[in-house]
């Protein structure tokens, strides 16, 4: 998935640099551009679904910081409406402690333990935007779609009505979305722009549902007329649930991020 998000953002602004070389968009906005980096957070998961331990519950658990790649690219389509893209993967193990109980069959089935897991989260956008505004300000208001997909693998192992065991664990899930994204950009100079974004994608119906909102504020500075570097605060909460057996996943991840953004 991460190989497919590069290629896409390369060919997404490639693809642009000698289609769109006539007027000269608002300051803060570029032809074509591609940012790639590094997402530096500490995450907050929460779990809860049924294993053969019964109903399981992990708690908020809090991991170790972890650097998330990721991928953004931007195309205009003439001088105020184009295309924003932005991909983000947490793959990361983590072992949460498990407490919860459930009936099946009309027994009551209690247990503790742990689960040594990885949780693979993938989370794609893609928004056709429009940009209001000249000079130094553009506000932009975008519409589009976000593809999501949620993997946890693991073993579960403790004690189920006083009796101690484990078994193999693995759950799988994607969707595609409706996304709303807002923006804005600043020119502070020629080398300096600062902006900030937020997103939400609402998803209802079919399999699982949920939603996902996030947000950045940055600053960019470019020490030469095509390379700059980003410096971004940036946050996401996610949370999804599978309707068939009530299956929850929220994550929540904040944190900086830098970038190296190259523009045509």
Same mark, same amino acid.
């Given at each position: 998935?991460?190989?497919?998000a590069?290629?896409i ?6 693809s642009?640099?000698?289609? /769109?070389a /006539?007027a000269?968009p608002?300051a ?6 591609i ?8 995450? =907050?998961?929460?779990y809860n ?5 019964? =109903?399981v519950?992990?708690g908020t %658990?809090?991991?170790?910081h972890?650097t ?9 389509? $003439? *001088? !105020?409406?184009?295309?924003?893209f932005?991909y %983000? =993967?947490y ?10 109980s !459930?009936?099946?069959? $009309?027994?009551?089935l209690? $247990?503790?333990? @742990?689960l040594?897991?990885k ?9 056709? @935007?429009?940009w209001?505004?000249?000079?130094? *300000?553009?506000? &932009?208001?975008?519409?589009?779609a976000?593809?999501? =997909?949620?993997?946890? *693998? ?14 193999a664990y ?5 969707? %595609?979305?409706?996304?709303?994204e807002?923006g804005?950009r ?10 900030? *974004?937020a ?5 209802n &119906? &079919?399999k ?7 947000g ?7 020490p ?5 570097v ?20 929220n ?14």
């Open positions: 998935m991460s190989r497919h590069l290629s953002a390369t060919v997404f602004a490639l642009a640099a000698s289609a /769109f /006539f000269e608002a803060p906005l570029d032809r074509a551009s940012s790639l980096g590094a997402f530096y957070t500490e995450p =907050r998961i929460n679904g049924e294993t053969n331990y019964g =109903r519950d992990t %658990y809090k991991t170790d972890v998330l790649p990721r991928a953004k690219a931007q195309l205009l389509l $003439g *001088d !105020t409406q184009g295309l924003d932005d %983000y =993967r793959d990361k193990t983590y072992s949460p402690s498990l407490s919860g !459930t009936n099946i069959n $009309g027994q009551q209690t $247990g503790n333990g @742990k040594d897991a949780l693979k989260l993938d989370l794609a956008n893609l928004a056709y @935007k429009w209001i505004g000249s000079g130094k *300000d553009v506000f &932009g208001v975008g519409v589009g976000a593809y999501y =997909r949620a993997r946890v *693998d693991g073993t579960a192992s403790g004690v189920l009505n006083g009796i101690a065991g484990n078994a693995s759950e799988s899930e994607h969707a %595609y979305a409706p996304l709303v807002l804005w600043h020119a502070v100079s020629d080398n300096v722009r600062v902006y900030a *974004d997103s939400g994608i609402k998803k &119906g &079919g699982i549902h949920g939603h996902i909102y996030g950045a504020l940055g600053v960019e500075w470019y030469t007329p095509m390379v700059g980003v410096a971004e605060y940036s946050t996401s909460k996610i949370s999804l649930t599978r309707d068939r057996d009530d299956t929850d996943l994550v929540r991840l904040s944190g900086p991020a830098a970038y190296v953004k190259f523009r045509f």
